[in-house]
């Protein structure tokens, strides 16, 4: 059983960086994609970034050229450096791993999340 874990959250000033992680427990292939979802109070969850199995990055338009998504191949670990934080940046991030395995088996796993939150 695959299980994601999110860390690096915390208060930050707004104009702050952080640097979230997501480690799985589990086996994550290389073609599975990997990214970062986000779910602010009264919104719908949203697409943070995503780095794809073939090494492509994709951001949100809010990201506005703030937020760097990386992949750990020896770790399989995803992280997403946010500079320039705003206050609506705010949410819970939650980590997201997705695709198909050697078998052709559909997965779409996900982390318990991890709180940002950017206040003055």
């Known amino acids: 059983q695959v299980q994601l874990v999110e860390s690096g959250g915390g208060l930050v000033q707004p104009g702050g960086s952080l640097r979230l992680a997501c480690a799985p427990s589990?086996?994550?292939?290389?073609?599975?994609?990997m990214g970062w979802y986000r779910q602010a109070p009264g919104k719908q969850r949203e697409l943070v970034a995503v780095?794809?199995?073939?090494?492509?990055?994709k951001y949100a338009d809010f990201v506005q050229g703030r937020f760097t998504i990386s992949r750990d191949n020896t770790e399989n670990t995803v992280y997403l450096q946010m500079n320039s934080l705003k206050a609506e940046d705010t949410a819970v991030y939650y980590c997201?791993?997705?695709?198909?395995?050697?078998?052709?088996?559909?997965?779409?796993?996900w982390g318990q999340g991890t709180q940002v939150t950017v206040s003055s």
């Open positions: 589990g086996i994550i292939y290389s073609t599975y994609d």
């Open positions: 780095f794809a199995s073939g090494g492509s990055t």
């Open positions: 997201n791993v997705r695709g198909r395995g050697p078998y052709g088996a559909y997965v779409n796993y």
